[in-house]
């Protein structure tokens, strides 16, 4: 059995980004709003931004891990998918769907949120949600934390 080569990606909360270094992230090589093409498409500025590590720069990344340490603004992905195809993926997940029948908005790119989906979500649905992440790093309370796709729980 072949692995997929494996890439690294940051997931930023924008609306945090801009807060923290006075500037937005912008639609460029390597830097995808996940609004981008949605209904919420105007506020993708302060929406979750996937970023290839490899893309980046030195710049950005020094950026994204300060922010790391500062908020919680930024979680980190390993997945075979190319960016454009992982975007997609993870904007499956933007809406769900509330017991009373409305749709809101999943903040997972939140690292709070995240590890909490992991703690509720049934096995069917952690593997939908993680299925094609092959980890999931992001700092929670101070540690650092990781959802594998195996299991699917914060470790």
């Known amino acids: 059995m072949t692995t997929p080569a494996l890439r690294l990606y940051a997931l930023v909360d924008g609306a945090q980004y801009r807060a923290q270094l006075g500037t937005s992230l912008t639609t460029r090589e390597g830097c995808h709003s ?14 979750p931004w996937l970023v290839d590590a490899e893309q980046a720069g030195d710049a950005l990344l020094e950026a994204l891990a300060s922010l790391e340490q500062a908020l919680p603004a930024v979680t980190w992905l390993i997945a075979p998918q190319n960016i454009a195809g992982l ?51 992001l700092l929670h309370r101070g540690q650092r934390t990781w959802i594998g796709r195996r299991h699917a729980q914060a470790q």
Request: cysteine-free; hydrophobic content about 45%; proline content about 6%.
């Open 34 to 47: 996940l609004f981008t093409g949605t209904p919420d498409a105007a506020l993708a500025h302060a929406g």
């Open 87 to 137: 975007a997609q993926l993870l904007q499956l997940n933007l809406d769900t769907v509330l017991p009373d029948g409305r749709t809101a908005l999943l903040r997972f790119w939140d690292p709070r949120v995240l590890v909490s989906l992991a703690e509720v979500l049934e096995p069917g649905q952690r593997e939908k949600f993680f299925g094609y992440i092959h980890e999931w790093h």
